[in-house]
């Protein structure tokens, strides 16, 4: 993990979520670097070019046009080039369906999306703050779902 700043990604299609998301995290007291991307097409066309930094965490939309995120993270998942990226799923979606579906394919967090921006601040400085090494190795179902 680079020591200097935490990479963080968004892919997420909802512009409004975006800006609050890069907001929270320029607020926070946290050294990162966030990129954002509009859909899961361009998320997976930038994480495919060799050239590009790979993220520590991936925060991961379920509902995006062109390829949504269950299938990012089945391509994801599939390529061992990105097997040290931690990937919290960010949805609305709180449907048992998907949390259960996303914990199979091997997401490492499950957030659904706060509804004002102090939670949001709250739950992006928890899941920044985890230790993603001790987490990802002992994953349950208990801690997958993150609760406020």
């Known amino acids: 993990m680079n020591k200097e700043y935490i990479h963080i990604i968004l892919a997420d299609d909802d512009e409004d979520d975006r800006l609050f ?3 929270a995290f320029s607020e926070l007291k946290i050294s990162t670097k966030v990129s954002t991307f509009n859909d899961g097409v361009e998320l997976m066309n930038y994480l495919n070019d060799s050239e590009s930094v790979l993220p520590n965490i991936l925060f991961l939309d379920l509902n995006m046009p062109k390829k949504n995120g269950i299938e990012c993270l089945h391509e994801i998942k599939s390529n061992s080039r990105f097997d040290d990226i931690a990937i919290a ?3 609305t979606s ?4 998907d949390i259960e579906e996303t914990f199979v ?13 102090a939670s949001l601040k709250k739950i992006l400085s928890d899941v920044i703050s985890i230790n993603w090494q001790y987490h990802t190795s002992g ?10």
Do not use: M
């Open 21 to 23: 998301f890069t907001d």
């Open 89 to 91: 799923i960010y949805s």
């Open 94 to 97: 709180s449907s048992e369906e």
């Open 105 to 117: 394919l091997g997401a490492n967090i499950y957030i659904k999306k706060p509804s004002d921006f």
């Open 139 to 148: 994953l349950n179902k208990d801690n997958f779902l993150l609760r406020l």
